[in-house]
């Protein structure tokens, strides 16, 4: 049987300063990071030690050295959240990962409590700039100027599961899933084929396979090794190229059946290859199919439409749970799974409630039928930006949230909570209740340890390689017993 499922997100965001001639995306990134305050003078290193970027799991290391920053600069680019999240510069980006959740409901609310992070960060660093300067953030995955950024999904699978498979089954699925999860996009970047309008934001940035760089030939599967847990039992699934998306729908349903056909793979429950010829060529030629009518060569012969593979891998999902008890949330998922499939097939242009790109479609072809312009106006290019911008009062998706003409998974009192809170069944309610109790006593955290400076002691360092412990259920008495840093150490090292 495969693990139960633990996952979560890291969304880079575009970000620019409206009003400054002399822009510097890094120095803009620090101030937004700085600027936000979850814990108020908390001075938390990120633990690098604990990080090895460099594995792949294809069974060797990569060359290359690891980016440690000094303490200073550390505190400066880093923030870990009451929440359990992490808030940090990424290169020249400002990114939030969420922190581990079980079921994609949960994913949804946190990431959209990183929506709300990124918000309150922006107003607080505008409030720093010079009169006339405003920071503005993009939910989105590219900037016009041939540079993408990522919305990466972490996935916690069965370490025994062979490399090889992932990549035989996962290709084929996350070369085409994107006809109801891609963000939809004006124009083409990189030098790909010129179309007017396209599915995807991150398709025409593709390169390869199979890599483990996330930068440079971009592969459809990541091969980093880093599971951030007991790497004896476990892997974690690196996913890297799908869109950022705004409709909850389509986070729903690109996660939710992502981390089915996860599970399908680790039980071995995919009885044939659904495998492409030239995936990377695919990927792109889906992006440019609005109809979702084209087929593609498959390895095993004939051909197969996008549609047509996805819906090989619902019926093994189908198949694979009608013998066992299943979760509400998998059922909802694999539900909307074949509703979705059912519409794109009949008429993608319908699904104006719950898939991205389509959304975008109606909005922007809207606007051109009232004003008469084409594809190539710059106003169009300004839509496909406001879209994505995360002011509520701004962004051309919030407003739509906002009238009602878009469909919900989560309600605003759940992400509410999501931004104050850690979820409560994993270990990330040890990291973030221990960042609130104690957030002078905590020296360092990573995903998988959280370390206490307790006086004159050496630093405590408490590994956390299990992802479903550290729960409320398995640690609150603990926390509610232990007044300070100090006692907590104590209480765990006689327990």
Not at 136 to 146: A, E, F, Q, V, Y
Not at 471 to 491: C, F, I, K, M, Y
Request: glycine share 6%; net charge negative; hydrophobic share 35%.
């Amino acid at each position: 049987m495969p693990l139960p499922c633990v996952f979560g997100s890291e969304i880079e965001y575009g970000i620019t300063v409206q009003g400054d001639p002399d822009f510097d995306p890094i120095s803009s990134c620090v101030l937004l990071v700085n600027a936000y305050q979850d814990i108020e003078d908390a001075r938390i290193l990120w633990d690098y030690e604990q990080e090895n970027p460099l594995a792949d799991a294809r069974g060797f290391h990569v060359e290359g050295e690891k980016y440690t920053p000094n303490q200073q600069e550390n505190i400066a680019r880093n923030k870990t959240l009451r929440n359990g999240a992490r808030f940090y510069v990424d290169h020249a980006h400002p990114e939030y990962s969420t922190p581990e959740v079980t079921n994609v409901r949960d994913l949804i609310a946190f990431e959209r409590a990183g929506e709300r992070t990124m918000e309150a960060a922006r107003r607080a660093a505008t409030a720093l700039l010079p009169s006339g300067q405003t920071v503005l953030i993009h939910k989105n995955n590219s900037d016009r100027k041939g540079n993408s950024y990522g919305n990466h999904e972490n996935y916690l699978i069965e370490r025994r599961t062979p490399f090889r498979e992932i990549v035989e089954h996962m290709t084929p699925f996350l070369v085409t899933r994107n006809i109801f999860c891609g963000a939809g996009k004006a124009g083409s970047e990189n030098r790909a084929q010129p179309c007017d309008y396209q599915i995807s934001q991150r398709a025409d940035f593709f390169e390869t396979e199979v890599a483990l760089d996330t930068m440079v030939k971009r592969p459809i599967i990541n091969t980093r090794d880093e599971p951030h847990a007991d790497r004896e039992k476990y892997r974690r699934f690196h996913v890297i190229i799908g869109d950022s998306n705004l409709c909850e729908v389509s986070t729903y349903l690109r996660m939710g059946t992502t981390a089915v056909v996860l599970a399908l793979v680790e039980d071995g429950a995919i009885p044939r290859s659904l495998a492409v010829s030239d995936p990377v060529k695919v990927v792109k030629e889906i992006s440019h199919d609005l109809a979702c009518k084209r087929s593609y060569a498959m390895e095993r012969g004939g051909r197969l439409t996008a549609i047509e593979i996805q819906k090989e891998y619902l019926e093994y999902a189908l198949r694979y749970f009608s013998s066992r008890s299943l979760d509400p949330i998998v059922k909802d998922v694999l539900v909307r799974w074949e509703r979705v499939l059912s519409k794109l097939a009949e008429d993608p242009l319908q699904l104006d409630r719950e898939v991205d790109w389509v959304i975008k479609h109606k909005l922007i072809t809207s606007y051109m039928k009232r004003h008469g312009v084409d594809w190539h106006h710059p106003q169009v290019h300004m839509l496909d930006l406001q879209y994505h911008d995360i002011r509520p009062d701004k962004g051309l998706y919030h407003v739509l949230e906002r009238r009602g003409e878009v469909d919900r998974i989560v309600d605003s009192d759940a992400i509410e909570r999501a931004v104050r809170t850690p979820p409560s069944d994993t270990r990330a309610y040890f990291r973030g209740e221990c960042i609130r109790r104690y957030p002078d006593e905590v020296f360092g955290v990573n995903w998988d340890s959280i370390s206490f400076n307790v006086g004159d002691e050496p630093i405590k360092r408490i590994l956390m390689n299990e992802p479903l412990k550290g729960t409320r259920a398995h640690v609150g008495e603990l926390l509610d017993s232990s007044p300070t840093a100090r006692v907590l150490v104590q209480n765990l090292t006689t327990a």
